[in-house]
């Protein structure tokens, strides 16, 4: 296929009056011609012919561009205003992939922070399990304690009911045995007296009749046999006595009896008492965060030996009546301040009723964590409190909660 090619150019020619333009036309023939005279041209020349022909330049237009050119040509503003909505798309594309990864990255954060929730939940679980486990063996033991003890106190009260019956009846038999004592006693001062009136009578009558032998002897007689009788009397009395003296002893030997009841009876008071305390600390160990979770923020109960472990883990030094005195407290707390959100500790005394030295022990055991810098918050809980121990911690500052509720919370504002 040959494709020739003829253009067309006017060439202005100086002359008087003007320009003569002539044509030069270039053909694939004559191209090194025309391409010679062409550089002979001015360029301002062609510029200036090409702004004055508008025809010139769309004929040049036909005969240097092809019809797909051309049309290529007409549809550049089309593919500007295309590129530029293109552009748009692409840098909205741009700016909705960075919000992605922006909500990518907060979600791998929040996913890695559910992450570990969860493994501490399954943690925190464990170690609920563990304690629940334990806590499941000592109510067992607790209960077997307690059911061995409701027996041996059944057992002392049965026996102690029929002792009090026996010392009734023996009460009543002493009472009868002294009415008896009592009556032979003025029985024997009547004969005492009759015999001195009889003395007197026979020395009257010896006196005056002492010719009367048969009458003095029987006199005599008479006289022995109240004598004999006098005698069978003392006997009597003297029994009388032994069986009262006997008596008191058994007596004495009831009171010992009675008295180491009542001391045994202490001992059971006391073990019930130590046994009310043990169950009571349990139920603050299970409740502790329900109890105090309404006056501070996170509360959570905590191991006291892990706790002391980490304590000197960090540094810190303690005596052995230091570690001692913080290894009884009976329920240790983490929480957060309601509010500063500072941590805070809470250290408990569990008893079912409250005495004073109780208050100082916690107390005591605060200031030892306070001097490490801590910022810790002594409590007592218990059913009940002497008059004492209240007064001793509201001058200590001490939380006091009676049958599960704070009945000081303010000292958290």
């Known amino acids: 296929m040959h494709l020739e090619i003829i253009l067309y150019f006017w060439r202005g020619v100086p002359k008087e009056g003007g320009f003569l333009f002539r044509p030069i036309v270039l053909s694939r023939y004559n191209f090194s011609v025309a391409r010679k005279e062409l550089d002979e041209l001015a360029l301002e020349d062609i510029i200036r012919l090409l702004q004055e022909r508008p025809d010139l330049r769309e004929r040049l237009r036909e005969v240097l561009l092809t019809e797909e050119e051309r049309q290529i040509a007409s549809q550049i503003p089309q593919l500007v205003e295309t590129t530029r909505e293109l552009s748009q798309s692409v840098r909205q594309g741009f700016e909705r992939q960075e919000r992605l990864e922006a909500t990518v990255a907060e979600l791998s954060e929040t996913v890695r922070e559910l992450s570990q929730s969860v493994r501490q939940g399954f943690e925190r679980q464990e170690r609920l399990e563990a304690t629940v486990a334990d806590l499941s063996k000592t109510v067992a033991s607790l209960s077997e304690t307690v059911r061995d003890l409701s ?28 009415e008896k004592v009592a009556y032979l006693l003025t029985t024997v001062a009547d004969l005492s007296t009759k015999m001195a009136g009889l003395s007197e009578t026979v020395a009257s009558l010896s006196a005056t009749v002492s010719g009367l032998v048969t009458t003095v002897s029987a006199l005599q007689a008479s006289q022995q046999d109240a004598i004999a009788r006098i005698e069978r009397l003392e006997g009597i009395a003297e029994r009388l006595i032994a069986v009262s003296q006997e008596s008191v002893e058994r007596l004495d030997r009831l009171e010992r009896i009675v008295a180491d009841l009542v001391e045994w009876s202490k001992y059971a008071k006391d073990d019930l008492a130590k046994l009310k305390g043990m169950a009571l ?23 006291v030996g892990q706790f002391l472990d980490g304590l000197r883990r960090q540094g810190h030094t303690f005596t052995q009546e230091q570690w001692q005195q913080l290894a009884e407290i009976d329920v240790l707390l983490s929480a957060r301040h309601p509010q500063t959100d500072a ?11 409250l005495y004073p030295d109780d208050v100082e022990r916690i107390y005591q055991r605060a200031e030892i964590l306070r001097a490490l810098g801590l910022e810790v918050y002594p409590a007592v809980a218990g059913e009940g409190v002497y008059p004492q121990a209240n007064e001793l911690a509201e001058r200590y500052k001490v939380l006091l909660l009676l049958d599960g509720r704070l009945t000081a919370w303010g000292l958290f504002a």
Not at 161 to 168: F, Y
Not at 343 to 353: A, G, K, Q
């Open 343 to 353: 941590p805070i500790y809470i250290v408990v005394e569990v008893s079912w009723m």
């Open 281 to 303: 600390e349990t139920q603050y160990l299970n409740r502790a965060p329900a109890v105090f979770g309404y006056y501070v923020n996170r509360p959570r109960v905590l191991n």
């Open 151 to 178: 027996e041996k106190v059944a057992y002392l009260l049965t026996t102690v009911a029929d002792l009090s019956k026996t010392v009734a009846s023996l009460s009543e038999t002493v009472r009868d045995l002294s």
